[in-house]
């Protein structure tokens, strides 16, 4: 409950400096940062990713309000993405701060929106580097959870990805390999896990035939990764708090639209 506010009056003597003893103190939960935006596509990543940055005194809750003024250029799409993740996600990890389920799904829409622009490289990185920031954090709290560590591994693997949308020629050597091999050890952690069989079949369908792609198998993973989403409802983690009932369950749309392209 608020305490209630004084106001000072006009006999009061002048105070530079608020007494707390004279005026209380209002407790603000959350601060609401409105953004009005017109054609901003290009710089709503840079402003949104220094908002993000700033860190609030105490346990402020930080809500993002972007004001789409009828652009005509992407940046509604942009936006849908980043407020889901400003207003949701990050909410989440601001109830409860010690789940990972937080943090990976705010990482997770970064990787989604990164991905979104693989074919405008310049403007990836903000949001793979604060999807990188996140999942790290995920992965702190983990645990020994298999089953959630392989669901990280899956969004270490899409940053990594991300990361050579910006540049193949010159970020294909350095994020291609740990890219795959989080691939590998999201399978190994979870067996069971579709979302690591469709990003490896992701990557040999879209892999060229010389550097190793395989449109062939990348089909056969497709399948069975469908078979296992539609096999088994969305479980979830070991943990049993709230969080826990949005285990990660994502991939039938992306699967489906991949698979699409066999026809």
């Known amino acids: ?47 949104l990713d220094r908002i993000n940055s700033v860190k609030l005194l105490g346990s402020i809750e930080k809500e993002i ?28 990890t601001t109830a409860y701060p010690n789940e990972w389920m937080g943090y990976y799904y705010a990482a997770y829409c970064y990787t989604r929106i990164a991905w979104s622009y693989q074919d405008n490289g310049e403007k990836i990185e903000p949001f793979a580097r604060q999807a990188e920031t996140l999942i790290r954090k995920a992965e702190s709290l983990a645990g020994s959870d298999n089953k959630a560590i392989s669901e990280i591994y899956c969004v270490f693997s899409m940053v990594d990805r991300a990361y050579i949308f910006i540049s193949p020629m010159s970020n294909g050597r350095t994020y291609g390999p740990p890219a795959n091999q989080y691939i590998e050890k999201a399978k190994k952690a979870n067996p ?18 010389l550097w190793g792609g395989d449109k062939k198998a990348a089909k056969e993973l497709l399948q069975q990764a469908l078979e296992k989403l539609k096999a088994s409802p969305a479980s979830p983690a070991s943990s049993a708090s709230p ?11 992306d ?5 699409a392209q066999y026809k």
């Open 1 to 47: 409950m608020l305490e209630p506010i004084i106001l000072p009056t006009p006999n009061d003597p002048p105070m530079p400096i608020r007494d707390a003893d004279t005026h209380a103190r209002v407790a603000i939960k959350k601060l609401s940062i409105i953004i009005p935006a017109y054609n901003e596509e290009k710089t709503i990543p840079v402003i």
């Open 65 to 92: 309000i972007i004001i789409n003024d009828c652009s005509k250029d992407g940046t509604e799409a942009a936006v849908a993405g980043y407020q889901a993740l400003a207003n949701d996600f990050i909410r989440v």
């Open 192 to 209: 069971d896990n579709a979302r690591a069989l469709y990003l490896d079949g992701w990557v040999k369908y879209n892999t060229p035939k």
């Open 243 to 253: 969080a826990s009932t949005v285990f990660p369950h994502w991939g039938k749309a």
């Open 255 to 259: 699967i489906e639209l991949l698979l």
